[in-house]
């Protein structure tokens, strides 16, 4: 043969492979099949590469052990996810409840995508009951959308009963669980029906790599999720996978220390003069403490804090004079962040006056004491301005 033919077909292996603690990262669109018989036989052989290899299989064998779920799939961001489990489970007619403190790009997506293909998008306040929630709710919607507790604001939802609820009258619910990261809230456990996480944010860890998933336990969930996949042509890399993985061995040792970090930060401003409160459902006596208390088993980084009455000249000088702590709209890595929420708040239907400037912090895994001092440098500038 040439020396073309052989370079082409030189270097094939069927040897298996050493065996490492982390999955093989396979790169390759094309599967090659054993037979002919093979090439149209779905249901015993993986036909091409977009459906995931070793990477992505093993990441989605250690999800379904993580969440209690029968079937996992993955998406390549977050909001990949939130929007791929709805437009799987959806249709032209239904409509959806969706909880007004939601992630910002979820009513992005829903209000100009959803609704234009004939899905309506109804907003609700987070703090309505379970019970009127449910019994409000039209012949017509086919989903709850649950974020608890919520974006920016962090209401807890009583998610268990509402749960309960929607499945008497047929409807789904899905939940954003990036805050518990799988880890410290089980949805699936609770009667939730799909556990939605942007694994960008805790499982991955190191702000580097984006990806999204879906969890569910009813078989018939589980085939819609995964035809959904198929019929848009989502994939997420081998590396990207593989990177995922390894974020997850680590979560629980990462997650204590957010947590016990973020409790003792929050707990340091809440005694502050400059804070009017401080939106912790993990902090004993804040809004939500009980009910957190009952369903989770530990708490993240992230938080809100009102501040006392200002000027947007005082929070921005705040901000600026931090130094440890970044500034920027992403969460869930080794580093903190923090944010001003304001201008994020005027697209909800059911506002709240907060009597103050409303802050998002993100603890990362730096000395609570470093960023306590770092705080504090920026309420002088607070203060001065």
Known sequence: MSDETRLIHAGKTSAPLAETVGPPIQKGSTILLPNAEALYDDANYLTYGRAGLAAQSALQAALCELEGAEGVTLYPSGIAAVAGAMLALLKAGDEVLVVDSVYKPVRRFCDNVLKRFGVAVAYYDPRTPAEKL?????????????????????????????????????????????????????????????????????????????????????????????????????????????AMLRGLRTLPTRMARHGASGLEVAGWLRDRPEVAEVLHPALPGAAGHDLWARDYTGACGLFGVILTPAPAAATNAFLNALELFGLGFSWGGFESLALACDPQLAVRKHRRDYGGPLMRLHIGLEDPADLIADLRRGFDAFKSA
């Open 134 to 242: 449910v019994a409000d709710a039209s012949a017509q919607v086919r989903m709850i959308l649950l974020e608890s507790p919520g974006s920016l604001s962090f209401e807890m939802q009583d998610t268990p009963r509402i749960a309960a609820l929607a499945r008497e009258r047929g409807i789904l619910t899905c939940i954003d669980n990036t805050w518990g990261a799988g880890l410290l809230f089980k949805p699936l456990a609770y009667g939730v029906d799909v556990s939605i996480q942007a694994l960008t944010k805790y499982v991955g860890g190191h702000s580097d790599v984006f990806m999204g998933s879906a969890a569910a336990r009813e078989p018939s969930l589980v085939r819609k999720l995964a035809d959904g996949i198929n019929h848009m042509g989502w994939a997420v890399s081998g590396e990207d996978a593989y």
